[in-house]
């Protein structure tokens, strides 16, 4: 039970922490379901009554719209040019925007943070490089600065053509017939922030460039009705057979949102795969897998688990001396090593010619009947200079050894090899 | 749970969905007939509750022998039961074989023998008792959770008696033995120095041992008759710390230590002597003391199996209370030990004047073969000059360790696993041949 809580806390309290980060993070940001996200008309942190405001003062006119094709008909009628702003590009039916012909030339439209898929599906020339995980402030760094330094960058985009700023977050290029701005967050429009850096200077920059803003104020996905959903011959690109194919390409992501559950379920049963296998196939396979699925089964459980009871120790009692070794080679401690070699000979030699311990090197071999010069040169020869010369070392101090103390008449004889 | 044998009925079922007109209902249809015969199968098989257990068998057992526990089962349901039974001990016990197959008709006993090969000295428990019921048809089977298994267990534990591989030598300290005491004719007299009885010469006797002043009260030469000192005290101390633990050979050092102390403790016990055992590392593991003469080796046995080498150090200075304690008469004091240079030194050393001045101090280390060997090693290459070296340098530590604990005045035998016991024995017998308990 210890065990096993040792193993689990660490862990559990690893995963409250990102599981509680990943909460707190979800629940801050702001959410596009939620009708203050920033409306016109809502004074809470997330809405951006104050940037209507701000804009109303510099005499610009806000008109809210809450379906896309309103909005679209106010961008068409009126009596000047128009900004469209886009909040939630997510829930906006942007076909009835981008292939529409009737808005006058110099509209502007002015979209925030949408995704990648939204770009491709209109085939605009931007793409979606990064999401960061807050709104950071940046320098606009561009040619044609709207505002100062200003927490816009949280999607960075990268285009091909048109101008890019604050470090890619915010992107601007014209397509479709409209100015297009692409602003990387929500950050400078919304309430709590706008007063931040330079937030409001941007905002207001951005929208204000047309007398008129029409704020598409959308917090569902906005359906279009039928009749304006009908455009199909008037859709110059060639009628595309493979729009209502979903196995086809994937073409229209952003704009066929309302008929995607009817389509899946209606794919399933006249799937290729399906169709290529009769459902005889299906229920052997079927059966098949129930019958693995029972020698798992049978497989699994155990006659009583298997009994643990601790160890004595595995640890041999020569592993220091082993590591010591091993650190004298590592080292090239050849002289040090060949000292301990000479020392117990030594000591072994006097030992047994019984001579006192710190006998000189000289009365050794005297006592011993060997040359004197033989027995300096083994006993306090010069520290070996490479490993061959540390092994021959070795083995004259080895010699020496056994031939004193194995063969004792060796000494009457008084003989030197 | 179901059986390998219920996979097999559904995979039988495998080509009817292609013969059949209508394949789903043909995989409902077989599946649905393998889980109705499963289900019928674990309703029938035997109640596990009604199995009772009991066990019988060896309790003892020495290290290297083979042991065999029964495990009866009987069956007190009204239904037969078809059984796999599995007997789990610790896996150092060596139990096999691993799974007995039973039938037991209605009331039924059954007896099945595990067999057991010791790897290790101590107590070896029978941990649990697992079993499974299967139904007639051996589709479905029973088997409750390991809570149950063990509760339902009998318990049993082996004592596994350690190694006593010294048991050949033994004849023939006992011969030497003999001889010190004189109930073998040898040369003379026993040798000893306790008085022991007055007696007619007889031609052969030493004429030095003739006692002039009993002569003159009898009518005839009287000699004097000797014998070793009996009803002298020993003292083995095994050490059972760290370094105790460190494996020499094959066995951990403890083995070595605990082979000698047996014997030792089997000749002291021959010759009358009083032989107590204190083990610790850093408490005091087992003691025997006191007891009749009689029991005292089966009880040292029987104190040594259960020891084991723990992870500590050992505390000489609770050694030191042990043996000053002062209703403790002067004894020879063993103590089996690894002659390390620290434990030695620092442990030992400061309180070894102390010890001398009360009792004879023995201190006998367990010698590791691998380093003497290791420093006569053929340098062929220069890493084996290095381990030559090292080796080299541990047998110069342990070589002043033991010189100094000889001038701080106790004994030490210093020698490989081989014939450690035996040169212990023979310290011990040289003591006692001098008189020198």
């Known amino acids: 039970m210890n065990r096993r809580w040792r193993v689990i806390l660490p862990f559990s309290v690893l995963l409250l922490l990102v599981g509680g980060t990943l909460v707190v993070h979800a629940i801050e940001q702001p959410d596009p379901d939620d009708p203050a996200y920033l409306s016109p008309v809502s004074t809470s942190g997330t809405g951006a009554s104050g940037l209507a405001g701000l804009l109303r003062d ?25 900004t469209i702003f886009v909040p939630t590009p997510a829930y906006a039916h942007l076909p009835t925007l981008t292939e529409a012909t009737r808005v006058p030339a110099g509209t502007r439209l002015v979209l925030v943070a949408p995704d990648d898929g939204i770009l491709r599906a209109r085939r605009w020339p931007a793409a979606v490089t990064r999401t960061r995980w807050a709104a950071a402030p940046t320098d606009p760094a561009c040619a044609e600065p709207v505002a100062g330094r200003a927490a816009v960058l949280r999607r960075q985009y990268a285009t091909d053509q ?5 470090d890619g977050g915010l992107l601007r290029f014209s397509a479709d017939g409209y100015a297009v701005t692409l602003a990387g967050a ?16 941007l905002a207001v920059g951005l929208l204000a460039g047309n007398p008129r803003v029409i704020w598409l104020d959308l917090h569902a996905l906005d359906v279009p009705p039928p009749p304006p959903a009908t455009p199909v011959p008037t859709r110059t690109v060639t009628p595309d057979p493979t729009e209502g194919e979903p196995w086809g390409d994937s073409g229209g992501e952003g704009d066929g949102r309302g008929g995607e559950g009817q389509g899946d379920s209606e794919s399933l049963q006249d799937s290729p795969m399906a169709r290529a296998f009769p459902p005889a196939f299906w229920a052997t396979v079927l059966l098949i897998v129930l019958a693995l699925l029972a020698l798992a089964a049978a497989a699994a459980r155990r006659l009583g688990t298997p009994v643990s009871e601790p160890l004595p120790s595995r640890v041999p009692a020569h592993e220091t001396m082993i590591g010591h070794g091993r650190l004298y080679a590592r080292a090239r401690a050849r002289g040090p090593s060949l000292e301990i070699l000479r020392a117990a000979a030594r000591r072994r030699i006097t030992d047994h010619l019984g001579l006192p311990a710190d006998a000189p090197t000289d009365r050794i071999a005297g006592q011993a009947g060997l040359p004197a010069e033989y027995v300096r040169t083994v006993l306090d020869g010069d520290l070996p200079e490479s490993d061959e010369d540390l092994v021959t070392a070795a083995r004259f101090v080895q010699d020496l050894k056994r031939e004193i103390t194995q063969r004792p008449t060796r000494r009457t004889e008084g003989e030197a090899p | 749970m179901v059986t390998r044998r219920f996979a097999a009925v559904l995979a039988a079922g495998v080509p009817l969905p292609a013969l059949l007109p209508w394949p789903w209902l043909a995989v409902l249809g077989v599946a649905g007939f393998a889980a109705a015969l499963a289900v019928f199968d674990m309703a029938v098989a035997g109640p596990l509750a009604s199995v009772r257990l009991l066990r019988d068998g060896d309790r003892t057992v020495w290290l290297g022998g083979t042991a065999t526990v029964r495990l009866t089962l009987i069956n007190v349901a009204k239904r037969p039961l078809r059984l796999h039974v599995r007997d789990s001990w610790v896996p150092s016990a060596g139990a096999w074989p691993a799974r007995h197959d039973v039938f037991l008709p209605r009331g039924e006993r059954h007896t099945i023998t595990t067999t057991l090969d010791p790897v290790r000295h101590g107590d070896r428990p029978a941990v649990r008792v697992t079993l499974r019921s299967y139904g007639p048809l051996g589709l479905a089977y029973r088997q409750r959770r390991r809570g149950w298994n063990e509760k339902v267990t009998p318990p049993w534990t082996l004592r596994v008696l350690p190694r006593f591989p010294s048991r050949r030598i033994l004849p023939e300290k006992l011969a030497r033995m003999r001889v010190i005491d004189g109930s073998v004719v040898a040369r003379g007299r026993g040798h000893g120095t306790e008085f022991d009885v007055l007696r007619e010469y007889v031609i052969g006797d030493d004429v030095r041992s003739i006692d002039w002043r009993a002569s003159a009260r009898h009518n005839d030469v009287v000699v004097r008759t000797w014998r070793p000192e009996r009803d002298r005290r020993l003292v083995c101390v095994l050490d059972t710390g760290r370094t105790s633990a460190l494996r020499v050979g094959n066995a951990p050092r403890l083995d070595a230590a605990i082979d000698a102390a047996l014997l030792l403790a089997v000749l002291a016990d021959r010759a009358d002597d009083r032989v107590d055992m204190i083990a610790l590392d850093s408490a005091v593991r087992a003691r025997v003391e006191g007891g009749g003469h009689k029991a005292k080796v089966a009880r040292l046995i029987d104190a040594m199996a259960s020891l084991e080498a723990a992870p500590a150090e050992t505390d000489f200075q609770l050694l030191a209370r042990e043996l000053l304690r002062r209703d403790r008469k002067r004894s020879l004091v063993v103590i089996f030990t690894a002659l390390e240079p620290a434990p030695m030194i620092e442990g030992l050393l400061p309180l070894l004047p102390r010890l001398t001045a009360r009792h004879k101090v023995l201190v006998a280390g367990v010698r590791d073969p691998a380093v003497s060997r290791l420093a006569q090693l053929p340098a062929a290459s220069a890493a084996d000059v290095h381990t030559s070296a090292a080796a080299q340098r541990v047998l110069t530590e342990r070589d002043r360790v ?23 024995a023979d310290v011990y017998l040289l003591l006692k041949a001098t008189g020198r308990l």
């Open chain 1, 186 to 201: 929500a950050d400078p429009f919304r309430n709590d922030r706008i007063a931040e850096h330079d937030n409001a200077a």
């Open chain 2, 402 to 424: 033991r010189d100094v604990l000889a001038r701080f005045g106790a004994t030490v035998v210093d020698a490989d696993t081989g014939d450690f016991a035996s040169r212990v």
């Open chain 1, 58 to 82: 510099r005499g610009v006119t806000v008109e809210r719209q809450t379906t896309t094709a309103g909005a679209l008909a106010a961008a068409a009628g009126g009596d000047s040019t128009a």
């Open chain 1, 162 to 166: 048109g101008s890019l700023c604050y």
